[in-house]
Every structure is written in structure tokens, then in C-alpha cells.
């Protein structure tokens, strides 16, 4: 036992393993670790820790990415009684030596991939992930003293120096087992693990639950700002910790979802490091139906939460409480002179108790300042102001530096913040003091809008002016596009001070695209505007918190690993603009060096070798300009775009069991295609004039690239361009992406102006390895046969009672076109359409079972998140018609059976057609009809535009298909087939039906 209150953590943990050992321990990725499985590698670790020479007071240090590597090594050094030390493998590795330096361990643990890092470090070392499995029978465990140190957490100093905060024993078992108790943790909940293992706040993520018998969740920290991401995450956990910044915007995000039915489970969310305003707090209650939210507050001197508050749903009060002492925590709120204040007043907050630190190591004098003996007990100073009500719950109300004087009075900045915040416009803001050339301090505020306006501004500075007295409005307000963070997710505001007071300038022009966006993220990340891409970052401003926030901005845009250190290696835009493409063409060549196609590229390269011998298959996109298009200025930026999109530049060839993709070098701007077609042609039937219709190209699918571009006078007077792309490289949703990036790429040429494109966040070569893992592991083989054998239930129902009987004399195809109106489209879902068809083929054929071919995309290129590659997916859709049903009845179970559908929607189609042999020998999917929403939304900058020019919707030519076409003009509803018995009229007919569905639907 460590005391009477507590028993060891290791001790505490590992008992699962006896009383249930099958439950779930640990939980990461598609992995999970029961209480078994953990005990025997813990017991392995340890031992190879005993062997290394580790015992009690010697350091262990730890350096891991997120997985059930940390919480095995963890307890493994408990297990022998020595000191965790975490460190961030984020950190360059000139910080990581200077603490390696200071604790000087016995041994490092770390992941295999760390290997070149780890052999600079002169630190034997685990690589804890190639450990042996074998079993180990004997339990390695040390006694240790309740006083001997256990951790040991290193947060920034003001000197420069980091401070090693040493925690004990003791300390650290009441650290997780009373917050745990206090939060209500139990051994039926599952909590998340999203905090840096370098931060002290991160012990109570990975064992709170794990100290009940519950179960930890632990989360990839690179993909928690992917918010779609997160939810996911969340509404698989009953307690669920976020920081607050990250936590705002998911509540935000979570508000906006169609369907939040998923996020009922969830009983406990919980924040702490800032605060958080009602409104909040009122949406977390919102979003979280049935979740307790609690507000906690801590610091790395007592290894985590020392005080927790609970929020009532139906409490009014505006003030934002940390609550009580948590377990044994004492509190005392003093006064400067250190005599204790009254209730209501605010005073400066000491912790005391058998959970404060032991020191900062090697620091005696700043421990002796920091940690004062008042009364006779010992106490950490907290440097934060709070008061506490009558209830005997505190209200933190801000650090003890963050009152200043202005004209001489003394000004609380939360106060100003609460008042900001409080404007309905306003979607978060924060003031800052800074003081001017002349030493004098003033206020400047900068807040981000929910929407723009022109007098966002003098709207709050009335506001302000309204509720506060004139000295306490800031002297400057600047509106921005989002307010910078910490990598632990607070409000930068050392960075906010070094901002200017004035609104965000546009990045100086260059003419190389990737020079542009790196200033574009110099003066995003550090709010400096580079003029020549000789600037350096840190002599016109950065610093090395904004060189932080630079690195892991360039690491997840561009998909790569920038460490803080590769900053300041090259500190100015050139450096850094051949540092990107040198580790861009590094993660090439290990990444993307050859590839399996995905079995949608599999099924086209057969069908265009088979069946389309002298045409490739492929995706348009039409942009019209009145002044024309240069060929030269479209061959470069057709070359900017094959170096941007790896997909663009694959080389395709069959190799055995699988479809082989090659990464080629880009191509030289000579080698890009840019045909020009004789002759004024029109975009609509015009007597004497030819029609403009989709170009034929037969790309070499073993050279490339795989996009061409050719261009035609119109009778308009404009230059229609068409960009053709190889379905292999692109979907038709990607195909508008690379259009748009095109277009912005050549309009920036033409105009010798800046280049700034959305950043790619992964590529399609990740798709490609990700679906491959699928493929491998056999996830899909049970939902692929289980879909088979539905299809088959309802072939012979399709093979003999097909809705339409093809024509064999005639191979004209038929299709016909209803505009819907505006009022219809706006209302209208894809899913609505689907059910409108199904209910017309009801109505025209009697038939009330069908079964549908949707096309969907497995991932959505968006502004934020751009996606090119190709992502279709062929998924079957099975939906029945009740006669009895109204259209709103039938609507709801369409929607139904069509999210029924869904949940495989990445399970392969060619996959289903093999695991049967009557389909594998019918070679194609049994459907009565394909279901296809195409989207010609495109945005272009100003002088171009987007038009759609009609084209046949490629099928196996057996069934009808329905083209749901959205576009700027407006939207319709294409039908088409094979040339059948009175098909014209037959189309029509149902087209007429489906609008008058969807009209009733949506009255």
C-alpha cells in the first residue's frame, strides 16, 4: 500500500486482469486490449526494465505516438518503481536532448520508427512495439516508498528553462483514483485519452477509467482537428474529455449535424485549461442530451484536476464556476500580503495537500518561491485569481498578470472578454494589453464575426462604449478570420501580440504557387507579411511559439512530418519552400512507389481494355472565358496541377492479382496535351452550327499524365475549355476540384499575381493503402457475401420480370430531361429523388421491389478538406413501395432502407459480384435502375464560368438510369436507357411522376 488512502496505480490497474480479465482495457483504432492481454505485456516491459538496470528513483524516459504502447510502458515503470518521463515527439530534438540531458535516464522507450532519432540521444533503449510476445509467467514488481518519485512533467519557464515538475508516489495514485471518484467514473464507462503524454493532464485521461475496471479510448491527436472525425470519437465514449477551444467547436459542429441521436450515450463531458462562457456551456448541454458537464481546473504542481464543478441545466447564473477542492485537495485564497480575503473577494489561490509536487528538479530556489510553508503546512502558489461564493464553490476569475493598469486604473481583461463575447455577432473574441513605442499600455481587442459585415466593428465598439466605461474599451478593435492557438488548444495570446492592430493584409505576390502559400501560412500562423522569399521568419516577427503552430500547419496541409527544428534550419520562405518539395519528394518515394489500384480502378481498366478499345473512360468539366485561353499558360498550369495531384501522373499497368500504380516524375510542360478544335461551334442546337459535345481521348494509361485539356471558338464569342481526366485518376466530384484548382492556378499566371490554394490534407495514395489494409484483414469478405446473397434473392424477379425489354435492332439510347423548379430543388435531398424514382416505377411497371445502383462517393472534396482521386463506389440499394404509404411515408422508409444501405457503402462492388458464382459468371450487378447525383457547382474566379454540356451516364446499358444535375442554372432530373419498346414516351412519363412526387413532398 502507498497509504491509507491509496494503493499503488499498478496495483490497482493490473488487479483486472484476475476478476475480468477478457474485459476491454484499452481501445485504439480498429485494436483492443483486454485487462489480460495488458497484464502479461506490462509484465514483459517491466522485466526488460529490471534487466536494463532500473529500480526505484531512476528516470525511465518515454516518447511514444498515441497507442496502447503508452499505458503498457506506463504502468511497466510503476511496475519497478522508478519515474516516468514523458516526452513529446513533436519537440525538436535539441529540447528533447536539454531534458534527456537533465534527468539523465537509464533508458528510453520509444517506437520502432523513432530508431534514427533515438540513436542521437546516447540513451539505451525499448523499442516497446518489437517486443517479443512470448508469455511471461514471473510478475516483476519493486516495493517502493510512498515518498520516492514517480513522474516527472516539464512545462515552459519564463527564464528559457523548462521546469521539471517531480511528483511522488503518493501524489500520483491520489491524483487519478480522487478525480476519478469524483467525476463518477465507473467501471461501465469509456473515456477518451486526446492530451499530449508530455502534459501532466494526460495520467487522468489514460486512468481514470482504468482505475474503475472501465475502459480508455485513445485517440490519433493529428486527426482530432478533423471535427466529422472527433464526433465520431465521442459518441463512442460515456465521459468525454476535450480541451475547451477544440470542445467549443465540436459542440458547434455537433449543433450543425443532421442526425445527433449518437451522442445520447454520452454521460459525462468534461473540459478544463480556460475558461468557458454560458453559452457554451448551454450548448454542451444541448448537443450532449444526457451528459453531466463539469468544468475542472488544475495544474501540472498537483498532476491534474483539484477542482471540479458541475453545471445545472436549468442554472441561470452567468458566472463560470471551477467548483469545490477535489478529495483531499486544500485550497486558501489570500491576499497579497497573505491573509485570507472574505467571501465574494477575490483572492490569489494556493493548493495544499498530499498531491502537490515534491519540486522542480534541480531548482531549489524557484520550488522554495513557488511552494511557501504557511502556517506550518505547504502550499503551491497557483499565480490565479479566483473567489469563492457561499455555496463554498470557487469562480476562477484570471491570472494574477492578467489585471493592468490603464490611466492609471486597474482594468480586469475578463471583463472586456465576457463583454466581447456577449454580442450576438460576435463568435469569439479576446483583448490583449500591450504597450505602445513609448511605453505607454493600451487595449486592443480582436474578435472573429459569425458572418462579415461592414460595420461589424462600430457596431461592437457602440457596444462596448454601451456596458463599460470608456477606459475599458479597447483603443483598438481588429476583426480576424479565427483567433491563433497553443498546440494544447488555448488562445495564443503572446501571438496576438505581436499582431498588428489592423485588420489581416493580403500576402505579398510571388510567382512560384508553393512560395505564395507558405506566406499565405507565415502571416496566418505568425501574422507577418513576407516581401521577398528571402525574409526571414524570425527576424520580421516569428517566434518560437508561431514556429510551433508553422511546423504542425505544414505538417498536416502537406501531409508530411515538419519538425519545430526544420524552422529554424530554414527560417526563410526559399529555404523553407525546398525543404517542403525535398520531403514531398521523400514521402514520394517511400509512400507512393508502387501501388494497388483500388477494385473500382481494377473493374475500369478491364472495361476500357474490353469494351473501349479506342476511348479511355472519363470525367469533364467545361469553363467558358471571353477573352480565350493561352495554349502556353495552359500547358504550365496543367503541369503545376500533375505536380499537385499525384493521381494526375500514375502510371497504370496489370500486374499478377492486382492492378500496379507507379508514381512518375511530373511532366514537363511540353508534354502537357492542349488541343485546339476547328471551326465556332454552340453549346445549344443551333441550325448550321455544330454542337458542342464531349471530346474522345485514348490516354496511355502506362505513360500518362492522365488529364488533357482542348479548347473551341463558341458563337458566343468565348473560348470553351474542356478538361478531360481518366476515370482511373478521378470521379466525376474530384474532376470539379481539379478544374477549379486549373483555373485558379492559370488566372494567377495570367495575372502574375499570389497563388493560394487549399491545402491537400492526404492523399489518394493513402485511400489506396487504407482500402488495401481493409481488403487484407478480410473486413469486407462477411458484408460483401451477405449483400450477394440478398442480390440473388431478387434476381430471378429482375431477370424475369425486367422493367424494360431492350430493343436489339435499334442501339440509339434514349434519355429524357425535366427542369425541377426552384422551390422543388432547394428543398430536396438525393435520397428524396431516389424515392420519387422508385415510386414512378411503381406507378409505371407494378412492380413494388427494387433494386438501385447508387454511385456514391466515398470521400467528399470540400473547400477545407480538397480530395482527388477516384472514390466511387457501385452500392446496391434494396427498397420496397407500400401502396398504403403516402409520399411522405414512403420518403421516411426510403430514407431508411437507403442508410441501411449506406453502412456498406465502402464495401467493394466488385467484391460482392466474386463471392457468388451466379453473379461472378453474370459479370455484372442484377438492378432495375442506377441513381447518380452529379454536381457542376464549381467556383471560378471572376471572368470564368462553369457550364454543364450534356453526355450519356455510362451503365451496362440494361437498366434505366436517373441523373440527379445540380448546377448553378439549377437542378434536373436526366433519365436514360437503352432504346426500348415506346421507351421515349415511357421515360417521359416517369419523369412527369417523379416531379409530381417530388412537388407533393416537398409542399
Same mark, same amino acid.
Given at each position: 500500500m502507498i497509504s491509507n488512502e491509496h494503493p499503488r496505480l499498478d496495483d490497482v490497474i493490473l488487479h483486472y486482469a484476475e476478476t475480468s480479465p477478457d474485459k476491454t482495457a484499452i481501445r485504439f483504432q480498429d485494436r483492443a486490449v483486454s485487462y489480460a492481454e495488458l497484464n502479461q505485456r506490462v509484465k514483459a516491459l517491466s522485466l526488460y526494465l529490471y534487466a536494463a538496470g532500473v529500480k526505484p528513483g531512476k528516470f525511465v524516459a518515454v516518447m511514444l505516438d498515441p497507442s496502447e504502447d503508452i499505458l503498457v510502458s506506463m504502468l511497466a515503470i510503476f511496475r519497478v518503481g522508478a519515474i516516468y518521463a514523458p516526452l513529446d515527439p513533436e519537440h525538436p530534438d535539441v529540447q528533447i536532448k536539454e531534458r534527456l540531458d537533465t534527468i539523465m535516464p537509464t533508458v528510453?522507450?520509444?517506437?520502432?520508427?523513432?530508431?534514427?532519432?533515438?540513436?542521437?540521444?546516447?540513451?539505451?533503449?525499448?523499442?516497446?512495439?518489437?517486443?517479443?510476445?512470448?508469455?511471461?509467467?514471473?510478475?516483476?514488481?519493486?516495493?517502493?516508498?510512498?515518498?520516492?518519485?514517480?513522474?516527472?512533467?516539464?512545462?515552459?519557464?519564463?527564464?528559457?528553462?523548462?521546469?521539471?515538475?517531480l511528483g511522488n508516489y503518493r501524489s500520483l495514485s491520489a491524483s487519478i483514483i480522487e478525480p476519478s471518484s469524483a467525476l463518477g467514473i465507473s467501471s461501465a464507462d469509456t473515456v477518451d485519452s486526446i492530451a499530449r503524454y508530455a502534459w501532466s493532464i494526460s495520467m487522468l485521461e489514460?486512468?481514470?477509467?482504468?482505475?474503475?475496471?472501465?475502459?480508455?479510448?485513445?485517440?490519433?491527436?493529428?486527426?482530432?482537428?478533423?471535427?466529422?472525425?472527433?464526433?465520431?470519437?465521442?459518441?463512442?465514449?460515456?465521459?468525454?474529455?476535450?480541451?475547451?477551444?477544440?470542445?467549443?467547436?465540436?459542440?458547434?459542429?455537433?449543433?450543425?449535424?443532421?442526425?445527433?441521436?449518437?451522442?445520447?450515450?454520452?454521460?459525462?463531458?468534461?473540459?478544463?485549461?480556460?475558461?468557458?462562457?454560458?453559452?457554451?456551456?448551454?450548448?454542451?448541454?444541448?448537443?450532449?442530451?444526457?451528459?453531466?458537464?463539469?468544468?475542472?481546473?488544475?495544474?501540472?504542481?498537483?498532476?491534474?484536476?483539484?477542482?471540479?464543478?458541475?453545471?445545472?441545466?436549468?442554472?441561470?447564473?452567468?458566472?463560470?464556476l471551477i467548483g469545490k477542492p477535489v478529495g483531499a485537495m486544500e485550497q486558501l485564497l489570500l491576499k497579497p500580503d497573505r491573509t485570507p480575503v472574505k467571501t465574494g473577494e477575490p483572492g490569489e489561490l494556493y493548493l495544499g495537500g498530499?498531491?502537490?509536487?515534491?519540486?522542480?528538479?534541480?531548482?531549489?530556489?524557484?520550488?522554495?518561491?513557488?511552494?511557501?510553508?504557511?502556517?506550518?503546512?505547504?502550499?503551491?502558489?497557483?499565480?490565479?485569481?479566483?473567489?469563492?461564493?457561499?455555496?463554498?464553490?470557487?469562480?476562477?476569475?484570471?491570472?494574477?498578470?492578467?489585471?493592468?493598469?490603464?490611466?492609471?486604473?486597474?482594468?480586469?481583461?475578463?471583463?472586456?472578454?465576457?463583454?466581447?463575447?456577449?454580442?450576438?455577432?460576435?463568435?469569439?473574441?479576446?483583448?490583449?494589453?500591450?504597450?505602445?513605442?513609448?511605453?505607454?499600455?493600451?487595449?486592443?481587442?480582436?474578435?472573429?464575426?459569425?458572418?462579415?459585415?461592414?460595420?461589424?466593428?462600430?457596431?461592437?465598439?457602440?457596444?462596448?462604449?454601451?456596458?463599460?466605461?470608456?477606459?475599458?474599451?479597447?483603443?483598438?478593435?481588429?476583426?480576424?478570420?479565427?483567433?491563433?492557438?497553443?498546440?494544447?488548444?488555448?488562445?495564443?495570446?503572446?501571438?496576438?501580440?505581436?499582431?498588428?492592430?489592423?485588420?489581416?493584409?493580403?500576402?505579398?505576390?510571388?510567382?512560384?504557387?508553393?512560395?505564395?502559400?507558405?506566406?499565405?501560412?507565415?502571416?496566418?500562423?505568425?501574422?507577418?507579411?513576407?516581401?521577398?522569399?528571402?525574409?526571414?521568419?524570425?527576424?520580421?516577427g516569428g517566434n518560437s511559439m508561431s514556429a510551433i503552430v508553422l511546423a504542425s500547419t505544414l505538417s498536416r496541409d502537406f501531409n508530411i512530418s515538419v519538425e519545430v527544428a526544420d524552422i529554424y534550419r530554414a527560417p526563410t520562405l526559399a529555404g523553407q519552400s525546398h525543404l517542403i518539395n525535398e520531403l514531398n519528394q521523400a514521402a514520394t518515394n517511400t509512400i507512393t512507389t508502387e501501388l494497388h489500384g483500388c477494385l473500382a480502378q481494377v473493374g475500369l481498366f478491364f472495361r476500357e481494355l474490353l469494351e473501349h478499345r479506342d476511348a479511355s473512360i472519363t470525367c469533364t468539366r467545361y469553363i467558358t472565358r471571353a477573352a480565350g485561353f493561352d495554349d502556353n499558360l495552359l500547358k504550365k498550369a496543367l503541369a503545376m496541377l500533375i505536380e499537385r495531384h499525384h493521381t494526375l501522373r500514375t502510371s497504370v499497368t496489370p500486374a499478377t492479382g492486382h492492378l500496379k500504380l507507379t508514381l512518375m516524375d511530373p511532366p514537363d510542360e511540353s508534354e502537357m496535351i492542349v488541343n485546339r478544335i476547328p471551326g465556332t461551334w454552340s453549346l445549344q442546337d443551333q441550325p448550321g452550327i455544330p454542337t458542342v459535345a464531349k471530346q474522345i481521348f485514348k490516354f496511355n494509361l502506362r505513360k500518362g499524365p492522365l488529364i488533357a485539356a482542348s479548347c473551341c471558338q463558341l458563337d458566343s464569342d468565348e473560348e470553351l475549355l474542356q478538361l478531360t481526366v481518366h476515370h482511373i485518376a478521378a470521379d466525376d466530384n474530384s474532376t470539379g476540384r481539379l478544374a477549379e484548382d486549373l483555373i485558379r492556378i492559370y488566372d494567377a499566371l495570367l495575372h502574375n499575381r499570389a497563388m493560394v490554394l487549399p491545402p491537400l490534407r492526404s492523399g489518394y495514395d493513402d485511400y489506396l493503402a487504407e482500402q488495401q489494409k481493409r481488403l487484407d484483414s478480410g473486413q469486407y469478405n462477411e458484408p460483401a457475401s451477405d449483400i450477394a446473397k440478398k442480390l440473388l434473392q431478387q434476381l430471378d424477379d429482375i431477370e424475369t420480370n425486367p422493367l424494360i425489354r431492350i430493343d436489339p435492332h435499334?442501339?440509339?439510347?434514349?434519355?429524357?430531361?425535366?427542369?425541377?423548379?426552384?422551390?422543388?430543388a432547394g428543398k430536396c435531398s438525393f435520397t428524396d429523388v431516389v424515392?420519387?424514382?422508385?415510386?414512378?416505377?411503381?406507378?409505371?411497371?407494378?412492380?413494388?421491389? %427494387? &433494386?438501385?445502383?447508387?454511385? /456514391?462517393? $466515398?470521400?467528399?472534396?470540400? +473547400?477545407? !478538406?480538397? =480530395?482527388?482521386?477516384? %472514390? &466511387?463506389?457501385?452500392?446496391? /440499394?434494396? $427498397?420496397?413501395?407500400?401502396? +398504403?404509404? !403516402?409520399? =411522405?411515408?414512403?420518403?421516411?422508409?426510403?430514407?431508411?432502407?437507403?442508410?441501411?444501405?449506406?453502412g456498406n457503402s465502402d464495401v467493394p462492388y466488385e467484391l460482392i459480384l466474386r463471392s457468388q458464382e451466379r453473379?461472378?459468371?453474370?459479370?455484372?450487378?442484377?438492378?432495375?435502375?442506377?441513381?447518380?447525383?452529379?454536381?457542376?457547382?464549381?467556383?471560378?474566379?471572376?471572368?470564368?464560368?462553369?457550364?454543364?454540356?450534356?453526355?450519356?451516364?455510362?451503365?451496362?446499358?440494361?437498366?434505366?438510369?436517373l441523373s440527379l444535375i445540380r448546377s448553378p442554372d439549377g437542378d434536373a432530373i436526366k433519365l436514360e436507357s437503352p432504346a426500348f419498346d415506346d421507351g421515349q414516351n415511357i421515360l417521359h412519363q416517369l419523369n412527369l411522376l417523379i416531379s409530381h412526387y417530388l412537388t407533393r413532398l416537398t409542399d
Open positions: 528510453l522507450i520509444t517506437q520502432s520508427h523513432y530508431q534514427n532519432r533515438a540513436s542521437d540521444f546516447s540513451v539505451a533503449t525499448i523499442y516497446v512495439d518489437g517486443m517479443s510476445a512470448t508469455e511471461v509467467h514471473e510478475t516483476t514488481r519493486l516495493d517502493c516508498k510512498p515518498d520516492d518519485p514517480a513522474c516527472i512533467f516539464f512545462t515552459s519557464g519564463s527564464t528559457g528553462k523548462a521546469k521539471g515538475v489514460l486512468m481514470s477509467a482504468l482505475v474503475q475496471g472501465g475502459t480508455t479510448l485513445i485517440l490519433e491527436r493529428q486527426k482530432a482537428l478533423d471535427l466529422n472525425w472527433l464526433a465520431q470519437q465521442a459518441s463512442q465514449c460515456t465521459a468525454f474529455h476535450c480541451p475547451p477551444a477544440l470542445l467549443k467547436n465540436l459542440s458547434e459542429h455537433i449543433e450543425q449535424m443532421t442526425d445527433q441521436s449518437g451522442f445520447s450515450n454520452v454521460q459525462l463531458v468534461w473540459y478544463g485549461g480556460d475558461v468557458f462562457s454560458r453559452q457554451s456551456i448551454d450548448r454542451l448541454h444541448r448537443v450532449f442530451p444526457n451528459a453531466r458537464v463539469a468544468t475542472a481546473y488544475g495544474t501540472t504542481e498537483i498532476f491534474g484536476l483539484s477542482h471540479c464543478y458541475f453545471y445545472h441545466r436549468t442554472q441561470a447564473d452567468e458566472k463560470v498530499s498531491r502537490i509536487a515534491m519540486e522542480y528538479y534541480q531548482q531549489p530556489e524557484l520550488t522554495q518561491e513557488k511552494f511557501p510553508v504557511i502556517d506550518g503546512r505547504r502550499y503551491f502558489y497557483t499565480g490565479d485569481f479566483a473567489s469563492m461564493d457561499e455555496s463554498g464553490n470557487l469562480q476562477y476569475l484570471q491570472r494574477t498578470d492578467s489585471q493592468v493598469k490603464i490611466r492609471g486604473i486597474r482594468v480586469d481583461l475578463g471583463e472586456i472578454d465576457y463583454h466581447l463575447n456577449a454580442h450576438a455577432r460576435v463568435k469569439e473574441a479576446v483583448v490583449i494589453a500591450k504597450e505602445d513605442d513609448h511605453g505607454n499600455k493600451a487595449l486592443h481587442g480582436f474578435v472573429v464575426f459569425h458572418s462579415p459585415d461592414a460595420d461589424n466593428l462600430k457596431t461592437i465598439r457602440e457596444h462596448l462604449l454601451a456596458v463599460l466605461p470608456d477606459y475599458m474599451v479597447p483603443t483598438s478593435l481588429t476583426e480576424l478570420e479565427h483567433l491563433p492557438y497553443t498546440e494544447n488548444f488555448k488562445i495564443d495570446r503572446k501571438a496576438l501580440a505581436g499582431h498588428q492592430a489592423e485588420p489581416l493584409s493580403k500576402p505579398q505576390s510571388f510567382n512560384d504557387p508553393l512560395t505564395s502559400q507558405l506566406a499565405f501560412y507565415w502571416q496566418q500562423t505568425a501574422h507577418i507579411s513576407p516581401t521577398s522569399d528571402q525574409d526571414h521568419f524570425f527576424e520580421i435499334s442501339g440509339t439510347p434514349l434519355f429524357d430531361i425535366v427542369s425541377l423548379n426552384s422551390g422543388v424515392a420519387a424514382m422508385s415510386w414512378a416505377f411503381y406507378q409505371q411497371f407494378g412492380r413494388n421491389r %427494387f &433494386v438501385f445502383c447508387a454511385h /456514391v462517393a $466515398l470521400r467528399r472534396d470540400t +473547400e477545407d !478538406n480538397p =480530395q482527388v482521386g477516384m %472514390f &466511387v463506389n457501385l452500392l446496391p /440499394v434494396f $427498397l420496397s413501395v407500400h401502396p +398504403e404509404h !403516402n409520399e =411522405q411515408q414512403h420518403a421516411e422508409q426510403t430514407r431508411h432502407e437507403f442508410e441501411q444501405a449506406m453473379l461472378r459468371r453474370l459479370g455484372r450487378y442484377p438492378f432495375d435502375g442506377f441513381v447518380n447525383e452529379l454536381r457542376f457547382e464549381d467556383e471560378y474566379p471572376s471572368g470564368y464560368d462553369g457550364v454543364v454540356v450534356q453526355r450519356a451516364f455510362a451503365t451496362d446499358g440494361h437498366e434505366i438510369s
